[in-house]
């Protein structure tokens, strides 16, 4: 059951914001190989303000998470692409719809 979440958000520099929607893309490529990463979502808010959602079963899920591929990449890449450090929150998931459920 899903019970965890990480809400990211990331304001995109000015002219940086094709770079960010490709590494955004290339992230959801990469939650493929965390297994303990349910769903993985980003999206584009405004023209330059992103956003990523995440859920997990676990606590451990989502520290993998923080300390994974995707989260390093995410640091390594925030001074060139970000006008700002990436705001990323915790959150408890409360309900959820499934296709199906």
């Known amino acids: 059951m899903i019970k965890y979440a990480l809400l990211a958000t990331l304001?995109?520099?000015p002219g940086k914001e094709k770079e960010?929607?490709?590494?955004?893309k290339s992230g959801g490529e990469?939650?493929?190989d965390e297994p303990k990463t349910i769903t993985w979502y980003a999206f584009?808010?405004?023209t330059d303000t992103f956003c990523i959602f995440?859920?997990?079963e676990d606590?451990?899920?989502r520290?993998?998470?923080l300390t994974g591929e995707i989260a390093k990449a995410l640091m390594a890449k925030a001074p060139d692409l970000?006008?700002?450090d990436p705001d990323i929150k915790k959150a408890d998931v409360l309900a959820v719809k499934n296709q199906g459920d």
């Not at 960010?20 to 955004?24: G, I, K, T, Y």
Request: aromatic content about 12%; glycine content about 4%.
């Open 11 to 13: 304001k995109a520099k």
């Open 20 to 24: 960010v929607e490709a590494f955004l």
């Open 30 to 32: 990469m939650a493929i």
């Open 44 to 46: 584009k808010l405004s």
């Open 54 to 56: 995440d859920t997990f």
């Open 59 to 61: 606590e451990s899920g």
């Open 63 to 65: 520290e993998a998470h």
């Open 82 to 84: 970000f006008s700002v």
